[in-house]
């Protein structure tokens, strides 16, 4: 599962929900609710970006709540990007950090996946 921004927190939440779910990939998606993060069997792939101060500052009660789960994640956040950074039709897109967030996106998915 992939997801962005509103995409993003269901590709989250979703994780919390199907235990048979292989692989989540969310793009600045806000974080699932802290007592459902346990509930997450499949790795994450998270990508924030660097200049979402909204979505960001839920980031170290998420990333508390993996760990104290024993959950498998990676993490980025792509530094002077706006939400949104992967949307090419917005003025926030950053051609940089889309093509390496998606790199590590397709990476992802052919390591959990195949």
């Known amino acids: ?6 995409g993003g927190g269901i590709a989250n939440y979703l994780a ?3 235990p048979d779910l292989r692989a989540a990939v ?5 974080p699932p609710p ?8 499949a790795p994450l792939l998270i990508h924030y970006a660097g200049a ?11 990333e508390a ?6 959950s498998r994640y990676e ?7 706006q939400h949104g950074f992967n949307n090419d039709t ?8 889309a093509k390496l967030a998606w790199l590590r996106t397709l990476s992802f998915f052919k390591t959990h996946l195949s």
């Not at 917005?90 to 950090?97: N, S, V």
């Open 16 to 18: 919390t929900q199907l």
């Open 52 to 62: 979402d101060e909204r979505l960001n500052a839920g980031w170290p009660a998420f």
């Open 65 to 70: 709540a993996l760990k104290a789960a024993g």
């Open 90 to 97: 917005t003025p926030r897109f950053d051609a940089d950090a």
């Open 34 to 41: 802290a007592q459902e993060v346990a509930k997450i069997k």
């Open 26 to 30: 969310p793009f600045y998606g806000a």
């Open 75 to 81: 993490a980025y956040t792509y530094a002077g990007v």
């Open 1 to 6: 599962m992939v997801g962005f921004c509103w």
